[in-house]
């Protein structure tokens, strides 16, 4: 395993951020090392401030002493970097559709889950029935495989399964069960929380909740 010292490994964070727990996983999967660095994201700190300066965002990944950005592209840099344990396929069309389904959690579910939580009456209504067809669509590609790409523990996974701490948020704001809705999809979530890399990157849902709470006080949204 390299050390953190060897191979100047500092990731900036936030510990219930998706993004962040990305991340985490994949370094974790390839039994990397590293410094990680709490950020506060309402006072940010002088080293986030400069190795983000185009976002000002978490996660940041500095591998010696030069900063990579944006979740999806961080676990990309991982697995090239490191090629034990490859997230992505080697079949370029496998690489291309795991790709596409990485950013579809990026763009449907987080913005879904996120609308589920700050919205009202009518509008949190068909945000749910939104949230609803988006997760059957990604149960309709997982099917019934063990994980999105087949056997093998990988990039899709990585992507969508911190999303899945926040299900029971999504549930409690949008009044249905997910895994009524979902029973794959749900039992895909449980078999990647047997994995270390994930059960131990991932907080509690009903921690992730309290926070989703302190927020809407935050937001004046209660």
Not at 2 to 18: C, H, N, R, Y
Not at 34 to 46: A, F, W
Not at 57 to 82: A, F, N, R
């Amino acid at each position: 395993m390299a050390t953190a010292a060897e191979d100047g490994m500092v990731l900036l964070d936030f510990w219930v951020s998706p993004f962040g727990q990305r991340c985490r996983i994949a370094l974790a999967e390839k039994g990397v090392d590293y410094e990680y660095k709490e950020e506060n994201l309402s006072d940010k700190s002088p080293l986030l401030l400069k190795m983000n300066p185009i976002h000002k965002k978490i996660p940041v990944l500095i591998h010696h002493g030069k900063p990579i950005c944006e979740s999806l592209i961080i676990v990309q840099y991982i697995d090239e970097i490191w090629s034990n344990n490859p997230l992505l396929p080697s079949d370029p069309y496998e690489r291309a559709k795991a790709r596409f389904w990485a950013d579809f959690v990026d763009k449907k579910v987080y913005e879904c889950g996120t609308r589920l939580w700050k919205l009202k009456g009518e509008a949190r209504e068909e945000d749910r029935k939104d949230m609803i067809k988006i997760l059957k669509l990604l149960e309709g590609e997982l099917g019934d495989k063990k994980y999105f790409g087949g056997e093998t523990f990988g990039f899709v996974d990585v992507a969508l399964v911190p999303f899945t701490a926040w299900f029971h948020t999504y549930e409690i704001c949008g009044n249905f069960s997910i895994e009524k809705e979902c029973p794959k999809l749900v039992a895909w979530a449980k078999r990647c929380m047997e994995r270390e890399s994930v059960s131990k990157s991932l907080h509690d849902s009903h921690k992730v909740h309290e926070f989703v709470g302190y927020l809407k006080r935050l937001f004046g949204l209660e």
